[in-house]
């Protein structure tokens, strides 16, 4: 067993592991190998994958969270382990070296996520788990309907709009999203890395909702195939209450669908009553659940 830093050339075989132990998650191999290659623009993201007889069996990044006004606050994501090379040390192994990272760059409270069997691991490793978080899928065969915009009201696809707009509302809209800190210091660059410029982003599909000319609510869609991530849906606080970010998810959907993607993904806190009603009116179906995890590094 090795630990090492990813390489470009990791691409395939991180994506097959996340299929193997996550497979609702979507992110393609291209996607991957230009993460990977070109990091976020953020001090300190690095990624980590465990080797074993030259192949892919575990994963994490790890970074300092600098979409968080909360000092010292890092993330250890997506930590995971192909099935049959688990209870070999592997997760511990991957973690240590993720942690160890991050303390000289000033990280004191680190989160990560586990499922419900990791969560043993978890707290054997200082971790208590904060949060639910669900994760859904929805059939896309066939697609839902295209609805109609009450008077007044525009559907866009994002790739007609400047993306300084969509950026704001998604800064206005994220400010109360649940989580274990504020997303409140999202700069421009940040978010047009993570998202604008992201090669999976759907820029067709993806829906924003015009009201007086100012972006109301979005949906965005991240695809890989015939399968898509609902990356994020919102309206902006001064346009909620009235069904615009239902309006804009279910015009993606339907964009995506009709451009062949067949099935949709997606995650919600437990506490975004909203976004989870949204999405059992859809008719999204429960597929898994993770528990973000809490831990000081000492």
């Known amino acids: 067993m090795r630990i090492r830093v990813a390489q470009p050339d990791d691409a395939p075989g ?21 993460m990977i290659a070109e990091p976020p623009p953020i001090d300190g993201w690095t990624a980590f994958v465990a080797e074993v007889d030259g192949q892919v069996v575990g994963w994490t990044s790890a ?8 000092q010292g606050f890092g993330d250890v994501s997506m930590l995971h382990v192909h099935p049959e090379h688990r ?36 707290r054997r490793h200082g971790f208590t788990p904060s949060r639910e978080v669900r994760y859904s899928a929805l059939d896309l065969t066939p697609p839902p309907a295209l609805p109609e915009p009450p008077p007044g009201v525009r559907l866009r696809p994002i790739a007609e709009l400047d993306p300084h707009l969509l950026y704001e509302a998604n800064v206005a809209a994220a400010v109360d999203e649940p ?17 604008w410029d ?13 009201v007086d000319g100012e972006v109301a609510a979005f949906s965005l869609v991240k695809r890989d195939g015939e399968r898509m991530w609902s990356d994020y849906t ?23 669908a ?6 949709a993904y997606t995650s919600n806190d437990e506490a975004n009553a909203p976004m989870l ?22």
Not at 198 to 210: I, M, P, Y
Not at 258 to 263: D, I, P, Q, Y
């Open 87 to 122: 209870r070999r040390g592997i997760g511990t192994a991957l973690l240590t070296a993720a942690t160890d990272h991050l303390r000289p760059l000033g990280v004191r409270r680190v989160r990560t996520m586990a499922a419900a069997d990791s969560l043993p691991f978890a």
């Open 63 to 70: 970074e300092p969270n600098t979409s968080t006004s909360v």
């Open 277 to 298: 009603a949204i999405n059992a009116r859809l008719g999204y179906r429960p597929v898994a659940t993770l528990w973000a995890c809490l831990a000081d590094l000492t």
């Open 14 to 34: 991180v994506v097959a592991l996340r299929a193997n132990v996550h497979p609702y998650l979507v992110r393609g191999v291209e996607s991957t190998r230009k």
């Open 179 to 195: 989580g274990d800190v504020p997303v409140d210091a999202v700069t421009f660059e940040s978010w047009q890395y993570d998202v």
């Open 258 to 263: 009709e451009a062949g993607v067949r099935v």
């Open 198 to 210: 992201n090669l999976g982003l759907d820029k067709t599909a993806s829906t924003a909702v015009e």
């Open 234 to 256: 919102c309206s902006v606080p001064t346009y909620r209450g009235r069904g615009l970010a239902r309006l804009a998810k279910t015009a993606a959907l339907h964009r995506a």
